[in-house]
């Protein structure tokens, strides 16, 4: 079955950079991958996805300049470098994987605080 870990949370200074990693293990097919966020009392909003390709690339406006989605398929795994960062910018990042039938897998996801 296909799992997702992430890593690469913390707490950070306002300013500084975090740089978070998703690994997928297990027999898949990868069409997409990329990172959701959840902040306290607020949905779950999409930050970045890429195709597998790099054909694609989107991020939400909140982290657009600051963000920098990438791949590496050898590995089945996607990175998040964040830049940047500000408090607005604490929440829990899942990373998530669509397969070539537009399936979706979840990691566990991992906290990151933004302290000012």
């Known amino acids: 079955q296909v799992r997702l870990v992430e890593s690469g949370g913390g707490l950070v200074q306002a300013g500084g950079s975090l740089r978070l990693s998703c690994y997928a293990s297990?027999?898949?097919?990868?069409?997409?991958l990329g990172w959701y966020r959840q902040a306290p009392g607020k949905q779950r909003e999409l930050v970045a996805h890429i195709t597998t390709s790099g054909e694609i690339t989107d991020y939400a406006d909140s982290v657009m300049g600051r963000f920098a989605i990438s791949t590496e398929n050898a590995k089945n795994a996607v990175y998040l470098q964040m830049s940047s960062l500000n408090p607005e910018d604490t929440a829990v990042y899942y990373c998530y994987l669509q397969d070539v039938d537009s399936t979706v897998f979840w990691g566990q996801g991992t906290l990151v605080t933004v302290s000012s």
């Open positions: 297990g027999s898949v097919a990868i069409s997409t």
